[in-house]
């Protein structure tokens, strides 16, 4: 098996491509913090109305205390992710069991190379190649595991448990909604991580330090996405479309704050510098190459490390500019690939929609969370019922994992016949998901403990 030839990397290369056209997502970060739509309910079949931001003066996030559009706060009652949740939320009116925030199933908000949240019984696993698990699990931490082990897909559950696999039916025990696959990553709470009995699957294309595309349209993100790019990395990628006249590139995301920390595109036969950009010198517009053939660069030093870039290319003709080169060098895209009455679809609508671009993003900074004490009393207890939890799971995962008992769904879930399984007595999400209610309110004026 090897899924880095340029075939690997052509396919999946499509496969990131397919999956943002499709869903003409709006959202490139892994928690959708950038979401700017319009999404004003928790999901679209039977969801919660949002509160409008201008009017939940209760809570802590509002237009008052984030008068310009912080976070893309407004006067509006659209999801937001202005905290660094894993997802975009929004207030809700309260119920009776006192839930007043919710997290928004947001179809259009899944970032290019997420392929989805999967459900897992584990009998047999949905991803069947090497796993670990591991109390400082990242999506990147995963995807670089699955990545070194030459596997085409990771998968995260549960906050801290990484399966890896080129299984190409992951699908088959069915596709749950996003809002299942909420558990925080176990190594960094602003990124999702599954869920039990849920994988949120990703292509390991994400973050690689390096590649070689051919598709026609693509996203390529920074190295370690959506981490931080490490230290001292030195990257490129080889764009090169046959048949194309001319590559646009969009960054539909930047985040680099370090003048030494360096993104270039060069012109790939002459090797001549197009536009280069640093901490200093962000992207403005497109970036036009007059090839079919270019070279993205990335370099950084030892400071500063931030979320880097995701950019968003196309290859046009030039007889033609508005339509797009889509014509298939391979069959293999058969599983994922939209059928070709799709694609023709798809084609006319990235003619018709003035995003044809690469895009190179990176994300901002997090914002410093102060910690009260009493958190830290909680993440004590967290860490303790982590590891009886871990012992335990590992312990059930071998014996019990297989029946699949249905019971209550999650209070964060649209869906009505969501089933877990046995362990989840032992390792609730509600366990986590609790706590991340209590801490909704961190940021407020009012003590969490009085408020609400
Ligand atoms: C959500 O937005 C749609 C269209 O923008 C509007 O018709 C609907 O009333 C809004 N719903 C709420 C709860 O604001
Ligand atoms: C909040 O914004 C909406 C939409 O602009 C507006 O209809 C509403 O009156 C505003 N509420 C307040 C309290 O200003
Ligand atoms: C990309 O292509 C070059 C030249 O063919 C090759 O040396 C390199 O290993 C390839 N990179 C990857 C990640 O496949
Ligand atoms: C990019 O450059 C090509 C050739 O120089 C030109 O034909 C095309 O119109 C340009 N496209 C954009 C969007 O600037
Ligand atoms: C590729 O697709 C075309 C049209 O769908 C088909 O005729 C051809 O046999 C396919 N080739 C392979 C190798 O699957
Ligand atoms: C493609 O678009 C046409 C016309 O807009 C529509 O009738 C057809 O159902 C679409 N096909 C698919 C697969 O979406
Ligand atoms: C680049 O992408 C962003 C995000 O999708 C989009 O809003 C913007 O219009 C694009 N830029 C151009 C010049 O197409």
């Not at 119920?95 to 997420?114: A, E, F, R, S």
């Not at 030494?260 to 002459?270: P, S």
């Not at 297989?402 to 869906?415: A, D, L």
């Not at 009505?416 to 399984?421: D, F, K, L, R, V």
Request: aromatic fraction near 12%; charged fraction near 15%.
């Amino acid at each position: 098996m090897e899924p880095f030839t340029s075939v690997g990397f052509t396919l999946l290369g499509f496969l990131i491509a397919a999956s943002s056209a499709q869903f003409e997502t709006e959202c490139y970060t892994a928690n959708g913090e950038d979401y700017r739509g319009q999404q004003n309910q928790t999901c679209l079949q039977g969801g919660k109305p949002c509160l409008y931001w201008n009017e939940t003066f209760q809570h802590p996030y509002n237009t008052v205390k984030y008068p310009n559009g912080e976070g893309g706060l407004g006067r509006h009652n659209y999801c937001r992710n202005p905290d660094g949740d894993v997802r975009p939320w929004c207030y809700i009116a309260d119920h009776d069991d006192g839930v007043y925030w919710k997290y928004c199933d947001i179809p259009t908000c899944q970032m290019p190379g997420n392929l989805g949240c999967f459900r897992d019984s584990g009998d047999p696993p949905t991803l069947s190649g090497s796993s670990e698990t591991s109390n400082k699990l990242t999506i990147q931490s995963c995807i670089s595991f699955c990545r070194s082990r030459r596997y085409k897909l990771a998968g995260m559950e549960s906050g801290y448990a990484c399966f890896c696999g080129n299984d190409p039916d992951y699908r088959r025990q069915g596709e749950a909604v996003s809002t299942e696959c909420n558990h925080v990553c176990f190594g960094d709470h602003t990124q999702p991580c599954g869920g039990d009995g849920r994988l949120i699957i990703f292509s390991t294309l994400v973050g690689a330090c390096g590649g070689n595309y051919t598709a026609p349209t693509a996203v390529i993100y920074s190295p370690d996405f959506p981490d931080n790019y490490g230290s001292n990395r030195v990257c490129y990628w080889t764009i090169q479309v046959p048949g194309s006249s001319f590559l646009l590139f969009n960054f539909t995301f930047f985040d680099i704050r370090d003048a030494t920390d360096i993104v270039e595109l060069l012109d790939g036969y002459t090797n001549q510098v197009i536009s280069r950009f640093d901490g200093r010198n962000h992207p403005q517009g497109l970036v036009n190459i007059s090839a079919d053939f270019a070279i993205l660069y990335f370099y950084s030093d030892r400071n500063n490390q931030a979320q880097g870039f995701a950019v968003v290319y196309k290859a046009l003709r030039k007889q033609d500019p508005s339509v797009v080169y889509l014509e298939e060098k391979n069959n293999q895209t058969e599983a994922e690939s939209p059928s070709n009455t799709e694609k023709a679809n798809l084609t006319l609508n990235a003619a018709r929609s003035p995003q044809i671009f690469y895009v190179i993003t990176s994300s901002p900074s997090k914002p410093t969370h102060n910690m009260p004490v009493w958190t830290i009393y909680a993440l004590a207890a967290l860490l303790t019922l982590t590891v009886i939890a871990m012992v335990a799971k590992v312990l059930l995962h071998l014996t019990v994992k297989s029946p699949r008992i249905p019971t209550i769904s999650g209070s964060e879930s649209c869906n009505q016949n969501a089933s877990t399984e046995p362990w989840i007595i032992f390792y609730r999400p509600s366990t986590i998901s609790f706590f991340k209610k209590k801490l909704k309110n961190r940021h407020g004026d009012l003590s969490p403990l009085v408020s609400h």
